[in-house]
Structure formats: structure tokens, C-alpha cells
């Protein structure tokens, strides 16, 4: 079992920057790899990152490209999502997860085993 909690959510002015983070307890860390997908009011669950067992690869949804990045520290137990120029449609409750041993990195969200009860980020206009 993982257990994931997610924190750094938050009110921000579009144009703004903000992070989010999320510590992992359960089993070893290093064991998964890790994604962040969001999920606005009236949408489905989009995926907005994710990164690799050690960190050496990532992958970003479209609408993020360039903009936020994923991070992970091992010596933490801890995967982050820094966000730059952020826009209203950025609104979402964002969650971590982690992935199934199998997936060395995914954008599917059927790939994930283990979710986080999520973090609201808020983009104002």
C-alpha cells in the first residue's frame, strides 16, 4: 500500500506561479513512478505530468507543456508540480498517483495504482 497526500494548493493570480507537493508513505518510494492529473468542475480527469521511477524522464500533457514541471526527491518520499503562468483554466483539484510497478511512466490514469485525496488550485482571473 501508498499512501499519498498532496498539500500547496491554493488562490493565484493568473500569471502567477505555484507549487504543489506530494509525500508518499507505504512502500519504497523509488519503487513507482509518479504522475499528477487534474480534474475541473464538470470535466473529465486530465493528466498533467508525470515522471519516471528515477526521475530521469517525464512526460506533460499539451496544455501544460512549458509551462509546469515535475520533480521528484527520493531522500523526501516527496513528487512535485511547480506552475508557471498559470491560467483560470488551470482551476482544478489536483491529484498525485502513483503508478503500477509495471508502468516505468504513463499518462493513462488506468495506470495508477494509488491517488491522493487531491489539492485544490484556483487561478483568478
Known amino acids: 500500500q501508498v499512501q499519498l497526500v498532496e498539500s500547496g494548493g491554493g488562490l493565484v493570480q493568473a500569471g502567477g506561479s505555484l507549487g504543489v507537493s506530494c509525500v508518499a508513505s507505504?512502500?519504497?518510494?523509488?519503487?513507482?513512478?509518479m504522475g499528477w492529473f487534474r480534474q475541473a468542475p464538470g470535466k473529465e480527469r486530465e493528466f498533467v505530468a508525470a515522471?519516471?521511477?528515477?526521475?530521469?524522464?517525464?512526460i506533460y500533457g499539451d496544455s501544460v507543456k512549458g509551462r509546469f514541471t515535475i520533480s521528484r526527491d527520493s531522500a523526501k518520499n516527496t513528487v512535485y508540480l511547480h506552475m508557471h503562468s498559470l491560467k483560470p483554466e488551470d482551476t482544478a483539484v489536483y491529484y498525485c498517483a502513483a503508478a503500477a510497478p509495471r508502468y516505468s511512466i504513463s499518462a493513462r490514469d488506468a495506470s495508477y495504482d494509488y491517488w491522493g485525496q487531491g489539492t485544490r488550485v484556483t487561478v483568478s482571473s
Open positions: 507505504g512502500r519504497t518510494f523509488s519503487s513507482y513512478a
Open positions: 515522471i519516471s521511477r528515477s526521475g530521469g524522464s517525464t
